[in-house]
Each structure stands twice: as C-alpha cells, then as structure tokens.
C-alpha cells in the first residue's frame, strides 16, 4: 500500500532557529500534500495545502512566512518552521495523496520541541 | 476547515464488549473515513465511504456512510486490549484527492483485559 515517510521524528531545537521537516511519498505520486498540526489530547488542524510546483495555500490563521512549505517535486514536501519559539513546539503531520490513492496516507508525525 | 461532530469524546469498556462512535456534520460529505491513531504516531486509515448508504467492513470493524451525507458511524466488535488508542473520523466534501479532511476531535478508547 501506500507509503508516506516523514522526518524526522523528533526534534529539539533552540528558540530563533528553523527546523526543516520532509514528507516523502514512497511508492506513488503525490499531487497534493496537506500538512497538519496537532495539540496533546485534540484533533488534527489543517496548516496548508501544497499542489507540486505551485504555491501553497495556506489556512486562516496560519502564518506563511513562518511555516514555509515547499513542494518541489511528486514525492517530496518540506515544511519549515523558521525563527521557531516555544509555542511552535507540536506534532507535526504530512498526508499525501494522488488520484490512485483512495483514502489519504499520513506520515508518522514529527514532535517539535522549541527550548 | 469545518470540525465535525465526533461523540463519544471517551471510552472505557472491558475486552469482549462492543463499541460504537460516531460522526456528524452540519455539510454534505462526498467521502467519510475512518482513521486510528496510536500515541506519537500519525493516523492509519481503518475505513473509507465513498457512497452514501455503504456499509462496509474490515476484519472486526465495521463502518456506514449515512442516507443524509452527513454522519458516520464506526462500530469495533469484540474489542481487545490492542484497540486501545485514539479514533477519528474525517470527511472530504470535495470531488478529488485535492481537498483536505475535516477531522472530527477523535474518540479515546481504552479496553481492560
């Protein structure tokens, strides 16, 4: 089946720097990717959506110039958290999916912790 | 993107016993899933509807797109303790892969051998 690899898993980093994240479609092409945050004990928020080549669309709410996402390529989509404070620290999720794929495969999540 | 109804908030049943959970929303839904997430984890889709009406199964869980487009329910029979964890459900109102899910706030289960 389909197969969604983020990385990393966790990660610890010092408030002001940015930290990268990278969602990567293993076996198939993802023409869209979604990203998600998610807060202990709650439900998945939609961040953004990203169509590979073109500009993401982001949620209301959700600050382009701090989450910068970028999807170059039909299997890979990075999410960067730049100048990253304590209240970034979340769990971070990629989904992907393509038109062969009938439901939306989900990466393993990414534990951003901002000290 | 529009939260959906998800009840019940929390479970705690003993192994062997059934569950049900369910999912409404106030808009029409062209596609209902079902996904369980383990703690630290991303989500795993269970089930996907993609008809209203359907009714589908997979192993010990069983799912229904509702007559209305817009509720979901998702039954677990004979639970066991490896169950245990959070459930969500997630609707798409767009034609095509290119639209988000909505997510419901999720189902916590907890099953006592």
């Known amino acids: 089946g389909a197969v969604v690899s983020q990385h990393p898993s966790r990660v610890i980093c010092k408030s002001g720097t940015s930290v990268k994240i990278e969602c990567r479609s293993l076996?198939?092409?993802?023409?869209?990717m979604f990203w998600y945050r998610q807060f202990p004990k709650q439900s998945l928020m939609l961040m953004a959506t990203?169509?590979?080549?073109?500009?993401?669309?982001?949620e209301q709410g959700v600050e382009k110039d701090k989450f910068l996402i970028n999807h170059a390529s039909l299997t890979l989509s990075t999410l960067t958290v730049t100048s990253a404070h304590p209240e970034d620290s979340s769990f971070y999720i990629c989904?992907?999916?393509?038109?062969?794929?009938?439901?939306?495969?989900f990466g393993s999540g990414t534990r951003l912790t901002v000290v | 993107g529009q939260q959906l109804n998800q009840s019940p908030q929390s479970m705690f049943i003993q192994e062997g016993e059934d569950v049900s959970m369910n999912c409404t929303s106030s808009?029409?839904?062209?596609?209902w899933l079902w996904y369980k997430q383990d703690p630290g984890e991303g989500p795993v889709l269970l089930i996907a509807?993609?008809?209203?009406?359907e009714l589908t199964s997979n192993g010990r869980l069983t799912a229904q797109f509702g007559i209305t487009r817009k509720d979901s329910f998702l039954n677990i029979s004979a639970s066991i303790p490896s169950d245990v964890g959070i459930y969500f459900c997630?609707?798409?109102?767009?034609?095509?892969?290119?639209?988000?899910?909505?997510f419901g706030k999720g189902t916590s289960l907890l099953v006592t051998p």
């Open positions: 989904s992907a999916s393509d038109t062969s794929v009938y439901g939306y495969t």
């Open positions: 076996d198939f092409q993802a023409t869209t």
């Open positions: 990203s169509n590979e080549g073109s500009k993401a669309t982001y």
């Open positions: 808009s029409i839904f062209n596609t």
């Open positions: 509807l993609y008809k209203a009406g």
């Open positions: 997630a609707g798409r109102s767009g034609g095509n892969s290119g639209y988000a899910l909505n």
